[in-house]
């Protein structure tokens, strides 16, 4: 009997990543992004890791004056990805009168957690610290994600509420320590580990073990429930949560994910709002982040909307 290759951890991770640099390069080879014409894209170095690097995105109106600010944090179930496939995402929200920083972190395996919440604050530290040059209103910040990047970005808005989580994470604290999220922004959030085991998708056991350590069996025996609670933002969320908008595709295996997330901010009643979006392209995972027809528009100035409303009432 011909004995079957059994390919590594690492190996799997590879293959996933060169599928996810493919599927992001088609994505922006369809978009329609006009709007990028009256955006500006400044690289910036927040550490010394080859990874710890974000963009600003920002019109010349936004940096000359007081601009909302909007944290941004790509996915890639947690083992792929970067911040250059979500530029163009990032720049509507510049166009639309956001100054956007858009965070890179590094990945999993290699990357254990916590390590990336590490570098996704350490990233707000130095965005806060030059924020008079740039004229950011640190009065008005927005926090928001894709996927996996929700799960970095449930974690980013609930440390603002409470910087004590970061002692809990065994993390050092901010030097901004008013830091204060006033709205979040989640598409098709990755949040719940037992939750994405059970309903399934290509790869999930890869991601799950790769991020967690936990291979998918020990996830959904809950024989690490203990250790896996602490990695999850549902522990660390309270009734000061910012209020949050929640797009979900009706088609997408996630879509459980925003469902426990909405459940656990009707029972600490936190404002949220849940967009259903549907069709054949548009129901599947976060393809209203790609700008090829009006219902993508139509989507993103939904978003805008909520965020607006929400940073001018509070």
Known sequence: MRNKKIESLEERVRKNRENLSKQD???????????MDHVTVEEHSYGEGKRERLDYI????CKELKRPLFFYIHGGGWI????????????????????VVNIEYDLAPEAKFPVAINQCIRA???????????????????VGGESAGVYYAAFVSAIS???????ELGLPQMRNAKFDVKV??????????????????????????????????????????????????????????PPTYM???????????????AEKLEQLGV???????????????????IFKSTKAFYVFDEVVAYMNQMLNER
């Open 25 to 35: 390069a088609w994505a922006r080879s369809i978009e329609k992004t006009d709007f």
């Open 58 to 61: 920002y019109t010349k109106a």
């Open 80 to 99: 792929a990805g970067n911040k250059e496939s979500r530029r163009n995402y990032c720049g509507k929200f510049a166009d639309s009168g956001y100054f």
């Open 124 to 142: 707000v530290d130095y965005v806060l610290d030059h924020a008079e040059k740039y004229h950011l209103d640190t009065d008005r910040i927005a």
């Open 161 to 167: 509420k409470n910087k004590e989580i970061l002692g």
């Open 184 to 241: 979040n922004m989640f598409n098709c959030g990755a949040v719940d580990f037992k939750n994405m085991a059970e309903k399934g998708f290509p790869d999930v056991d890869l991601m799950l073990e790769a991020f967690t350590g936990y291979p998918v069996k020990e996830i959904l025996a809950e024989n690490r429930k203990k250790e896996l609670e602490k990695m999850l933002p549902f522990s660390y969320i309270n009734e000061n949560y």
């Open 247 to 261: 797009i979900y595709g009706s088609l997408d295996s996630l879509r459980f994910n925003t469902f426990k997330m």
């Open 271 to 289: 404002p949220h709002k849940v967009y259903k979006s549907t069709g054949v392209f548009y129901g599947q995972h976060t393809t209203t982040m």
